[in-house]
């Protein structure tokens, strides 16, 4: 999962307990303003790339606890080459 360049896996307390670096600033990252749709629990990202395919005027953000299924979805926005796109690894605690 490290060497994808558009996944991110925060630890818990760089969510929580501080800012986290991309916090606000999702459009630097992704270089335009374009809008940004959240999708939690994604899974493999099957949704989230698509989407990314279909809506490349908006930015998506695929979040998953489980990096084994995120993985899928990570080989599959960096063999299609989706800027647009961006998977986080982090638990999320509501």
Not at 78 to 94: D, E, M, V
Request: aromatic share 12%; glycine share 10%.
């Amino acid at each position: 999962m490290a060497t994808f360049p558009h996944v991110f896996q925060p630890k818990f307390d760089e969510v929580f307990q501080k800012d986290f670096e991309l916090k606000g600033k999702w459009n630097d990252y992704f270089k335009n303003d374009n809008p940004i749709v959240l999708e939690l629990g994604c899974g493999k990202g099957e949704y989230t790339t698509r989407l990314g395919q279909e809506f490349p005027g908006k930015n998506f953000i695929g979040i998953d606890l489980k990096g084994v299924r995120l993985w899928r979805g990570a080989k599959n926005a960096s063999h299609n080459g989706l800027a647009t796109l961006a998977l986080a690894r982090a638990k999320l605690q509501i």
